[in-house]
């Protein structure tokens, strides 16, 4: 299963989070139940412009407890 997202901050990741800045503001999503080999990584948008696509991938899950929290 993957979840994409897309947007026009600057990411930073971590495991379980991605930090979005943009306009000298930040927000922080945190991930809780992530099952094990889950991947948080970022590439940019197919179309060439200056987004970027956040992907949450989640290999054989046959069950989903996720939440998230940001701050």
């Known amino acids: 299963m993957t979840w994409p997202w897309v947007t026009d901050a600057a ?3 971590g495991t379980n989070r991605a930090v979005h800045r943009r306009d000298r503001q930040a927000i922080t999503i945190v991930l809780t139940g992530l099952p094990v080999g889950s991947v948080l990584n970022r590439g940019p948008c197919p179309d060439g412009k200056t987004l ?3 992907k949450l991938t989640m290999p054989q899950v046959t069950s989903l407890d996720l939440t998230s929290s940001a701050y």
Do not use: E, G
Request: net charge neutral.
């Open 11 to 13: 990411l930073s990741l």
């Open 52 to 54: 970027t696509i956040l």
